[in-house]
């Protein structure tokens, strides 16, 4: 079950996927370029046609689930710095 509750100060909520899967990340991926580069093809999740919970707010990212944490492991371990490599993969993995 996914909880509408708020996030904390200095986070973020993104809903990813078919399966619309909620994760709290912080607000430093806000400031990654990669991880830019994949909100860039989003939406904000009010526009996913969803009925949304009053003050639930979120991004939408329309990719797949392994995409997205393989992600955020390159982005935790520093292996993020490579735009091309990540676009073709945001190409790949997104719909």
């Known amino acids: 079950m996914i909880s509408h509750k708020l996030p904390y100060e200095g986070t973020f909520v993104v809903y990813v996927g078919k399966e619309r899967r909620r994760y709290v990340l912080g607000e430093h991926y806000l400031q990654m370029p990669l991880f830019r580069s994949l909100l860039d093809k989003s939406k904000p999740n009010s526009t996913s046609g969803e009925q949304q919970d009053a003050g639930d707010c979120g991004l939408f990212v329309p990719c797949e689930i392994v995409m997205f944490e393989h992600l955020l492991w390159m982005l935790d ?3 993020g710095n490579s735009i ?5 993969l ?5 719909y």
Request: proline share 0%; hydrophobic share 40%; aromatic share 16%.
């Open 77 to 79: 371990s520093g292996n």
């Open 84 to 88: 091309g490599a990540v676009e073709e």
């Open 90 to 94: 945001v190409e790949f993995y997104a």
